[in-house]
């Protein structure tokens, strides 16, 4: 009697993490945008679990939803349905004021533009989200320029953005993110504004703060950049498509 075909293996997807490892789950997450009578469905019923101590990188096309997740799972910007929970913390059921917070305490950002304030110093910069969520002044400044010494700026403390090369602002903005030792790093395109050396020495440092157990999101186009993550998420029309261990 001849046997029954096998169904086609179904495609591989990281194993579910144990609840104390999960730094962030979404579940069934949708975005909208809407223009008149016009909607755009930018995140469709998206889930996504992400391990304490997870280096993932997110991929796909201009306008697959890449910087719309990110910005959605972090709660910088509103869902029309599902649930985001950063550390057991429901995000989206918090009022504004609530996300805000907690944003400020338990995540780090990273961008392509640096948006670092003109007429203040590496350190100053470095010190004033520490400052806004209540750190003394001392403190503050250990913080900063222990920071700045860990991503090769301790002897650039002093000098504004206008005095700093777009990979030296790009450390200061790194050193921004972990001076208040967040749960989670999110980076969207960080390296995008940069030359192949200087985002190479960017990928780098980021590397190391994965290496010393930070995690860290990274939104990308770039291949090599996508391929230096331990888990790769593949993007298309707002949906995951593809999501596995790198084996770039």
Request: aromatic share 2%; with cysteine.
């Given at each position: 009697?001849?046997?029954?075909a096998?169904?086609?293996?179904?495609?591989?997807?990281?194993?579910?993490?144990?609840?104390?490892?999960?730094?962030?789950v979404?579940?069934?997450?949708?975005?909208?945008?809407?223009?008149?009578?016009?909607?755009?469905?930018?995140?469709?019923?998206?889930?996504?679990?992400?391990?304490?101590?997870?280096?993932?990188?997110?991929?796909?096309?201009?306008?697959?939803?890449?910087?719309?997740?990110?910005?959605?799972?972090?709660?910088?910007?509103?869902?029309?349905?599902?649930?985001?929970l950063?550390?057991?913390?429901?995000?989206?059921?918090?009022?504004?004021?609530?996300?805000?917070?907690?944003r400020?305490?338990?995540?780090?950002?990273?961008?392509?533009?640096?948006?670092?304030?003109?007429?203040?110093?590496?350190?100053?910069?470095?010190?004033?989200?520490?400052l806004?969520?209540?750190?003394?002044?001392?403190?503050?400044?250990?913080?900063?320029?222990?920071?700045l010494?860990?991503?090769?700026?301790?002897?650039?403390?002093?000098?504004?953005?206008?005095?700093?090369?777009?990979?030296?602002?790009?450390?200061?903005?790194?050193?921004?993110?972990?001076?208040?030792?967040?749960?989670?790093?999110?980076?969207?395109?960080?390296?995008?504004?940069?030359?192949t050396?200087?985002?190479?020495?960017v990928?780098?440092?980021?590397?190391?703060?994965?290496?010393?157990?930070?995690?860290?999101?990274?939104?990308?186009?770039?291949?090599?950049?996508?391929?230096?993550?331990?888990?790769?998420?593949?993007?298309?029309?707002?949906?995951?498509?593809?999501?596995?261990?790198?084996?770039?």
């Amino acid at each position: 009697m001849s046997s029954a075909a096998k169904p086609a293996a179904a495609p591989a997807h990281p194993a579910p993490a144990p609840a104390v490892d999960r730094i962030l789950v979404a579940t069934g997450v949708r975005k909208v945008y809407r223009t008149g009578a016009v909607e755009v469905e930018a995140l469709r019923g998206l889930d996504l679990t992400v391990r304490r101590g997870e280096f993932v990188a997110v991929m796909g096309a201009s306008g697959s939803g890449k910087t719309t997740l990110l910005n959605c799972l972090s709660g910088l910007d509103d869902i029309d349905a599902g649930t985001v929970l950063v550390e057991d913390d429901d995000l989206h059921a918090m009022s504004d004021a609530k996300r805000t917070a907690h944003r400020a305490r338990r995540m780090g950002f990273i961008f392509q533009a640096f948006n670092l304030i003109p007429v203040l110093s590496a350190a100053e910069n470095v010190e004033l989200p520490l400052l806004l969520n209540g750190i003394g002044a001392k403190e503050s400044r250990r913080r900063a320029e222990a920071v700045l010494d860990r991503v090769g700026l301790g002897h650039r403390i002093d000098h504004r953005p206008n005095e700093l090369s777009g990979g030296e602002q790009q450390r200061v903005t790194v050193a921004r993110a972990i001076a208040i030792e967040p749960a989670l790093i999110w980076a969207d395109e960080p390296t995008g504004n940069l030359d192949t050396t200087t985002a190479e020495r960017v990928l780098d440092l980021l590397r190391e703060l994965h290496a010393d157990g930070l995690t860290l999101v990274l939104v990308t186009h770039d291949p090599a950049i996508g391929g230096s993550a331990e888990r790769l998420i593949v993007m298309q029309d707002g949906a995951i498509v593809d999501d596995a261990p790198n084996r770039a």
